[in-house]
């Protein structure tokens, strides 16, 4: 397949994503109009936004994952790769750090609060990111940078059960 095939098939996968990720939204705005009290605007905007992104996410994995499996011959990105994800993997534990420094001193209010949505969006990215990491340490060509992947998938993965401990058992 030549280049354009390539392209064609990763930014088609995006376009059904994203196609995906609308019919979610769609869907969740249909769920709300069937409640009986209604939800608040606001919260409601908020909850379909949120279904939005975290459809378009999962189901951008897979268009990824193509575009990444055909960029395995280019060694220089996977050597970038190897440094890179155990590096964006621990981002996650020092946004669980910063929400819960935040919220123990109040800081949440005033100039710190975009910090503070900085981290939790960080965090609720955990999922999405370990499944990323795991898939492309398939896909990796060399075992350095396999390796690498699965430390990243293993911290994401680590965040995300300790966020699942603390918020839905302790809660």
């Avoid at 709300?32 to 009290?37: D, F, K, Y």
């Avoid at 123990?104 to 955990?126: C, E, M, Q, S």
């Amino acid at each position: 397949m030549n280049r354009f095939g390539k392209l064609s098939l990763v930014i088609g996968g995006y376009g059904l994503a994203l196609a995906g990720a609308f019919g979610a939204s769609f869907l969740e705005n249909l769920r709300q109009s069937l409640l009986t009290p209604q939800p608040s605007q606001g919260m409601g905007a908020f909850s379909e936004s949120f279904v939005f992104a975290g459809a378009l996410a999962f189901l951008s994995i897979p268009p990824t994952a193509l575009g990444f499996w055909f960029l395995r011959p280019q060694k220089k990105l996977w050597a970038f790769l190897a440094y890179a994800a155990p590096a964006l993997a621990l981002t996650a534990p020092l946004a669980v750090l910063v929400c819960a420094v935040f919220r123990v001193f109040t800081l949440w209010k005033g100039p710190w609060a975009f910090l503070d949505f900085l981290g939790l969006v960080r965090i609720f990215a955990t999922p999405v990111m370990a499944g990323a990491f795991g898939i492309l340490s398939f896909i990796a060509p060399e075992a350095k940078v396999r390796r690498a992947l699965w430390v990243s998938a293993a911290i994401e993965l680590l965040v995300a059960a300790c966020i699942f401990i603390r918020f839905i058992l302790f809660q």
